[in-house]
């Protein structure tokens, strides 16, 4: 069945990095976008980051353009979301989600917390 499970989530200092990693399994990961979405305490789920399947192409909220970078592996089936320059309205569970034509998947999510 399908997978997803988030690590790399974390207590960091604003203008601080994390590194999120999601690796998947169940599917052939290859064929399909990957999302990142958060959501902070009080606030609905929002879409950050999402990458197309080869890798070739990403797309980010404006909150987060030029800080955050996602990318993927194929060969190891993982996704990944590198957070720079931390700020604390970055603070938030954050998770792993791809769509088929069947199901909107999600993984169980990583707390990331940008406090001083």
């Known amino acids: 069945q399908v997978q997803l499970v988030e690590s790399g989530g974390g207590l960091v200092q604003p203008g601080g990095s994390l590194r999120l990693s999601c690796a998947a399994s169940?599917?052939?990961?290859?064929?399909?976008?990957m999302n990142w979405y958060r959501q902070a305490p009080g606030k609905e789920r929002e879409l950050v980051a999402s990458?197309?399947?080869?890798?070739?192409?990403?797309n980010y909220a404006d909150s987060v353009k030029a800080r955050f970078t996602i990318s993927r592996d194929n060969a190891k089936n993982t996704v990944y979301l590198q957070m720079n320059s931390l700020k604390f309205e970055d603070t938030a569970i954050y998770y792993c989600?791809?769509?088929?034509?069947?199901?909107?998947?999600w993984g169980q999510g990583t707390q990331v917390t940008v406090s001083s």
């Open positions: 989600n791809f769509k088929d034509f069947r199901n909107n998947y």
């Open positions: 990458i197309a399947g080869t890798g070739s192409s990403a």
């Open positions: 169940g599917f052939t990961f290859s064929r399909y976008p």
